[in-house]
């Protein structure tokens, strides 16, 4: 097989014949609507599949898929945002969408705007740590968590207390695409 790319296309050549349907049928998912979760519940196609010549498959990124998942990026990192400048504790901070690509972040009031930056700035880790069952939750808040642990909120409304361990079992670099 070949395989090559160009800008929002890339093409795959199976030289042999009896495997092109194989092919097709194994990549197929990747040219499948995703729901675009608007108004109606409508759908859009990201990929398209082409054949120009037997044995060629030739994906391309629709114009369409990338403006969805670039919205959908933005829409996300809007929110990443929002809950870091709320760590900062001032009141009506403005955190929303300018133009296609870019967030317009005002925090009136603000002391120390390297602050916002660092925070901002930083990486998000993923890590996927322990409950730890052997002291109430309620027990813990009152007093102190047991060593090596920690007393975290969900996002839930209200807020849902967890005793945590502190060792991480897994993080983002164990985990692959």
Known sequence: TGL??????????????????????????????????????????????????????????????????????????????????????????????QGDDRILVQVPGLDDPQRLKDILGQTAKLTFQMVDQTVPVQEAIEGRPPAGTTVMYSNDDPPVPYVIEDRVIVSGENLVD
């Open 4 to 97: 090559s790319g160009s800008g929002r296309t890339v093409e795959v050549r199976i030289r042999d014949a009896q495997q092109v349907t194989l092919a097709k049928e194994t990549l197929a998912w990747l040219t499948e609507p995703i729901s675009s979760g608007l108004f109606g519940g409508g759908t859009i196609s990201e990929v398209t599949l082409e054949e120009p010549e037997p044995g060629l498959l030739r994906f391309t990124l629709t114009e369409e898929g990338l403006d969805y998942r670039t919205s959908a990026a933005l829409t996300q990192s809007i929110g990443v945002v929002s809950r870091r400048v709320n760590e900062l504790g001032t009141t009506e901070p403005v955190i929303q969408r």
